[in-house]
């Protein structure tokens, strides 16, 4: 089979009375037909018996020719068509797989856009991957939404954050102006600053009530986050963009999903160790073991500020209740 101009599908005869090859036997069958006629209507004789020759020659060779091109026909269309018809599939399919390489590699498996409330088929699919992974690696603002996760499954990970220090205005200020900014004009920048402090306390607290999710619990405190949320699992990198300018109004920014292996996850995996790594990076550990008095010195190492017994009982309330509020928004009930 082949195609002619318009995509239609025609058979070796087909193509055949449309060729120079059709013409001839066209001609041939007619000067055959009309030889066979004439010699019909003429006395015996020699004069006839040349002209019924004729005719029959003529008939034997157009059968004969037909065949022979019928076959030829068929014949190259396998030795010929078929090869590059084979080819040219195989050539697509290659080409179909280097882009599939490249998607892989350099673009987004899910796209989550801006949101004013928590998607829940975004919490329900990061859920999935922090399941099916061993390491949680998690660098945001102030690790409440990383503790809130762990105390919503029955496995264990090795735990690794990167969070603001609240000691340090440059850690508090990038967040808090992209609130600002979502609130508009009667936003308070004092009153913001001093929410996100307190949100910090709170992770904190909430790490150390997820402690036995984990192996280890390995905080790296900085004063310079990144404005944007990078969470990394065994298979996968989620990247929350509140640096996207588009999203502002947004109090869930645009969130982009790469699997393991592609470009993104190599350069974000290598860029959290290097935040970790930094000489002004302060790192603390809490493990299943930690007691309650040890974590209160620890808090007080990390924020500067004494926690009593009545103060944690505050955090540790707070914090269950972000846990309700958040685990209802985000469609996580169990």
């Known amino acids: 089979m082949s195609a002619d101009a318009n995509g239609i599908r025609k058979n070796p005869i087909q193509e055949m009375f449309w060729t120079r090859t059709g013409l001839l036997l066209a001609v041939l069958l007619v000067i055959s037909i009309g030889s066979l006629w004439i010699s019909s209507a003429m006395d015996a004789g020699l004069l006839r018996n040349l002209v019924t020759a004729l005719g029959t020659g003529t008939l034997v060779s157009a059968i ?32 179909s797989a280097e882009y ?75 967040r808090a102006r992209y609130l600002l900014r979502n609130e ?70 645009r969130t982009l999903r790469f699997s393991e292996g592609s470009f993104i996850y190599g350069m974000q995996r290598a860029e959290f160790q290097r935040m970790r790594d930094t000489r002004t990076a302060q790192k603390f550990v809490i493990t299943p073991d930690t007691s309650r008095q040890e974590f209160l010195a620890l808090f007080e190492k990390i924020t500067g500020t004494p926690l009593s017994e009545e103060g944690f009982a505050e955090l540790e309330r707070k914090f269950h209740d972000f846990r309700e509020e958040f685990t209802k928004a985000a469609g996580l009930e169990s």
């Open 64 to 95: 004969v020719g037909f065949g022979q091109t019928l076959i030829t026909a068929a014949a190259s269309q396998k030795a010929l068509v078929t090869p590059l018809i084979e080819e040219s599939k195989r050539a697509l399919r290659d080409l």
């Open 100 to 174: 599939r390489a490249l998607n892989n590699e350099f673009f987004p498996t899910h796209v989550f856009e801006a949101s004013a409330e928590p998607d829940p088929e975004f919490n329900r699919l990061l859920m999935d991957d922090l399941r099916a992974s061993r390491h949680y690696f998690f660098r945001g603002f102030s690790g409440r939404h990383a503790a809130a996760r762990l105390l919503l499954t029955r496995s264990e990970w090795e735990l690794r954050t990167v969070v603001a220090d609240p000691r340090q205005h440059s850690a508090i200020s990038g």
């Open 184 to 253: 508009g004009a009667t936003g308070d920048y004092d009153k913001i600053r001093a929410r996100l402090i307190d949100e910090i306390s709170i992770g904190i607290v909430g790490l150390f009530l997820a402690r036995s999710r984990c192996t280890s619990v390995d905080i790296a405190v900085i004063s310079d986050p990144p404005l944007d949320r990078t969470e990394i699992f065994d298979d996968s990198v989620w990247l929350t963009l509140y640096s996207d300018v588009g999203g502002v109004t947004s109090l869930y920014p």
